[in-house]
């Protein structure tokens, strides 16, 4: 488990993550939190691919379909956890 602490509207809010659960749009191992929060991985969080290309319309549609697919009212199915940032609210 790693930990990550977003600035909140509240204040500091700090979340235990498990960093090898999958990512809800490119589905493998988020490695480290976003911006985007605990379930979406730097560098879906950036549209890109793990090898630092930016994502093709096709790779932003598969992203779409897994986060529609891995995701239920804004959260994701496989950690419980928020996948926006809590301090983008
Ligand atoms: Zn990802």
């Known amino acids: 488990m790693k930990s990550v602490t977003y600035q909140t509207p509240n204040g500091p809010r700090t979340i235990e993550y498990n960093e090898n ?24 969080d950036c549209g890109k691919n793990r090898d630092g290309t930016k994502w093709s319309g096709e790779d932003a549609a598969r ?27």
């Open 63 to 89: 992203a779409a379909r897994n986060y529609q697919k891995n995701t239920r009212d804004g959260v994701a199915i496989n950690q419980g956890e928020h996948p926006d940032c809590p301090a983008g609210t």
């Open 21 to 44: 659960a999958p990512c809800v749009m490119c589905e493998l191992p988020v490695v480290s939190a976003s911006m985007g929060g605990t379930a979406v991985c730097p560098w879906c």
